[in-house]
């Protein structure tokens, strides 16, 4: 062999071993990087991947990410149809985001439309923790400000909502329990809609209430005193009226219920325009005349509930009576949220390449819809408090219960996609998630029935005790302005959240049981008249089956 053919063999080998080494010296190496020098190179790439997103699925960039641990954080917001970002108009038909909740035989399934965002980061293992090449951690966390948002989600119906030829004013004026509801009659052609004043005591074809004529009152007729209100009732003579107080239903009017999938919309029940599946048979008219229930006839739903992800290790007493959580049910300890993906396809060994669970903690108010209330007969006095008749066909909040939604397992697809979204936010990437496997997450529910708020924004401190709890003083027998009334009928209130279920109710709903007969928080049952449970009935526990249909985000860079 020629000495140039031995020195050109030597040298080739020198080359191999030289290679051989850094191969097996490199990540070596990085492991023995001082703290300071894995911050310098955390830096680098954060500014590398806000620089050029498309970094993120390049192996080099992966690599070492994983050498340092390195965390990016991440914003996953919910689609609004072909637009992202925020709700919007568009969430009424084109959101994508769904799930499905399952009450039992008695209550049904019902949709659920989904939108809102949640906090998470994307976490790069160093290579010698194993896995394989592209697959990170993903830490879903408790946020202030990202959480899920829902349409409302109906409970229970009743067809004698918007029965037709039913009428508001029919408890009132003593007419037969077939008219009563908030439907179309007479010279209310719409119903109990819209925001011009309904008229009272209008003439129904069936009984005639001649006394009133054709078009009927201005609104509900009271009086500066007892005595001009038993004469009026023998009279009707108009110079007794001390004033009228117009009934607008604005927003509890049954028109501003519909089949929407706009989320954070206390008024949207789903998207579902049949919200309650059932056939004819189980419809609650009593011979099926009124056909099968809309989205109008609700009275009882969930307000739009905020989901937030709960902290992990919290502890959810659940079989003690009255806490303001489910009852009757097992305890639980709620998990940490998150799981695993892939950046370039499919995590090894499964078939999909995102797999996480979420755990939620949401506080559910309910919304009652008031029909078919009773009257005491008692005159409306100047002075005197507003009686339950002033909630007939419109709508009350309950307080809030603490509900919890543990381990909703997902799993989905993720797919690198930099862009700049319409906002002007960074994306990295795009995912479609579903339910995984064919159980759903099972866990209890609770609700509270308990009325705490008008649905009506207050004025007039009718939320105290006082002078905004009573019928205003004489007004030269015209209508009263609506600034008078002790709600604005154009304005609605925010939901209560924060007001615990069975706290004491504002001062329009306790007075309107005439004080001193006020209503108050629900009291334990008592076992000696012969109850088996403590419970004080103002919740109701029902087991629910979550079943995530399609949701598609966007993944976001940073906390945006």
């Not at 976490?123 to 899920?148: E, K, Q, R, T």
């Not at 809309?294 to 905020?306: K, M």
């Not at 950046?343 to 499964?350: D, H, R, V």
Request: proline residues 8%.
């Amino acid at each position: 062999m020629s000495l140039r053919s031995s020195l050109w063999r030597y040298l080739g080998l020198l080359a191999v071993a030289a290679l051989a080494a850094g191969v097996f010296a490199g990540p070596a190496s990085a492991k023995k990087l001082s703290a300071k020098q894995r911050a310098a190179v955390r830096a680098q790439l954060k500014k590398e991947i806000k620089k050029d997103p498309k970094a993120i699925s390049r192996k080099s960039f992966i690599k070492r990410a994983s050498l340092v641990n390195f965390v990016l954080p991440v914003t996953i917001r919910l689609r609004d149809g072909d637009k992202p970002g925020t709700p919007t108009k568009e969430s009424a038909t084109a959101n994508p985001n769904n799930a499905s909740i399952d009450l039992g035989a008695s209550l049904g399934k019902r949709e659920v439309d989904l939108g809102g965002s949640l906090s998470a980061e994307i976490m790069f293992h160093d290579s010698f923790d194993g896995g394989a090449l592209g697959n990170v951690d993903l830490n879903i966390l408790p946020s202030a400000n990202h959480h899920l948002t829902s349409t409302s989600i109906p409970l229970l119906w009743n067809t004698q909502v918007t029965q037709p030829g039913s009428r508001y004013d029919s408890n009132s004026l003593g007419l037969p329990d077939a008219l009563a509801g908030c439907g179309a009659s007479g010279a209310m052609p719409g119903g109990f809609t819209g925001n011009a004043a309904l008229p009272f005591g209008a003439d129904n074809t069936t009984p005639v209430i001649p006394i009133f004529g054709a078009s009927g009152l201005p609104g509900f007729p009271y009086f500066a005193n007892v005595t001009d209100a038993v004469t009026w009732n023998s009279t009707h003579a108009p110079a007794l009226v001390a004033g009228y107080l117009p009934e607008k239903p604005g927003i509890d009017g049954t028109d501003r219920l519909s089949a929407s999938k706009e989320p954070g919309n206390n008024n949207a029940v789903g998207g579902n325009p049949d919200p309650f599946p059932y056939t004819a048979t189980a419809d609650p008219g009593a011979d099926n005349t009124f056909g099968q229930p809309t989205a109008a006839d609700t009275v009882l739903r969930t307000s739009a509930l905020d989901l937030n992800v709960a902290a992990a290790g919290t502890e959810v007493d659940q079989a003690t009576a009255n806490a303001n959580h489910p009852q009757g049910s097992q305890n639980l300890v709620m998990g940490k949220s998150g799981g695993q993906a892939n950046l370039f396809g499919n995590i090894p060994g499964k078939t999909y390449g995102v797999d996480v669970t979420v755990n939620l903690a949401t506080r559910i108010n309910s919304i009652l819809r008031i029909v078919d209330q009773d009257s005491t007969g008692a005159p409306l006095v100047s002075g005197g408090y507003y009686p339950a008749g002033i909630f007939n066909c419109r709508q009350v909040y309950t307080g809030a219960v603490q509900n919890y939604i543990p381990s909703v397992h997902i799993k989905g697809s993720l797919k690198i996609a930099p862009a700049i979204t319409a906002d002007g936010k960074l994306r990295i990437a795009k995912t479609t998630l579903t339910q995984l496997g064919s159980e759903p997450s099972r866990f209890a529910v609770t609700a509270c029935l308990q009325p705490h708020a008008s649905y009506t924004l207050p004025q007039n401190g009718s939320d105290t005790s006082g002078a905004g709890t009573q019928v205003p003083g004489p007004n030269g027998g015209a209508p009263v302005a609506d600034s008078a009334l002790p709600g604005d009928t154009t304005q609605v209130r925010p939901t209560p959240s924060t007001v615990d279920c069975n706290q004491a109710p504002t001062g329009l709903v306790a007075d309107s049981a005439l004080n001193p007969f006020k209503v108050t928080a629900q009291a334990p049952a008592v076992p000696a008249d012969g109850y088996t449970t403590a419970n004080d009935g103002s919740k109701v526990s029902v087991a629910a089956d979550l079943t995530v249909g399609t949701v598609i985000a966007d993944v976001l860079i940073g906390d945006v």
